[in-house]
């Protein structure tokens, strides 16, 4: 697995990308995201995670 900043990611990830940078499966990260754990926004059908709401919950977890 090839380790990367996460400056280095685009703007916003798709579930699937999140749940991979968090490590997390995919029931788990649509919970999460329903639940409100993990901001996100959602355009027409597709549901899109902010790079900066996962940095903050990242550095937030951190502490």
């Known amino acids: 697995m090839q380790s990367a900043r996460l400056e280095d990611l685009p703007e916003v990830l798709t579930p699937a990308e ?3 940078i968090l490590r997390l499966g995919r029931n788990s990260i ?4 329903a639940r409100g754990d993990i901001p ?5 059908r597709k549901l899109l995670v902010p790079r900066a709401a996962l940095e903050r919950l990242l550095k937030a ?3």
């Open 18 to 20: 999140a749940a991979r």
């Open 30 to 33: 649509y919970t999460a995201l």
């Open 40 to 44: 996100s926004l959602r355009v027409g």
């Open 61 to 63: 977890d951190a502490r």
